[in-house]
């Protein structure tokens, strides 16, 4: 009799002791197409030569800054698509972006240093991006944009993620429209930042 109470009481232990196991969630960053927004056939194409991102961000586990200089990434938040595709996407919203084997005169480079969450306070996205025409250099410019995180959750975060995606290709394509402007009076070269 004792040896089945020790048994159960065994067993009941190791069941406080074990912890369910949380099934990964997926998450993207350009959400789902939208069905309305079309193209403007008079915008200028962009053939987008390269994104570089940061090594830390070459992987599906979502990134949060706990400390100065420690870096969590989860193993249960994770991104659905690599990184770089999700940010193409959401750069085509506002940039429009050249399909595989077309090109088009300017060509951008887009280099990100920083993209993650800030001890669950906020969300930044930080690097440069450069603009070039011909192989001469437009416009390179440094960003550094942030955003309040004003609720908890990684869905709450990766759509503020988006947003801050959608500020830069808005950045960029208003570059772009300078450049336009500039060339169509004369000078053909923008200034850097």
Known sequence: MKIVIGLLSALLLSGCATTTLELPKYYVL??????SAVQDELSTQVTLDNIALADYLRTSNMVLQVSDHELFFSTNHLWAEPLKVGIEKALSRHVSLTTVGETSPIHLDLVIDYFH?????????????????????????RFSLSEPLNSSGYHYSVSVMSELVDRLGSDISKQIEEYKSASIGGSTVIGSQ
């Open 117 to 141: 969450v800030i001890d669950q306070d906020s969300v930044i996205l930080a690097g440069d991006f450069a603009l070039k025409e011909d192989g001469k250099p437009l416009k390179k410019q």
């Open 30 to 35: 350009s959400g789902a197409p939208s069905t």
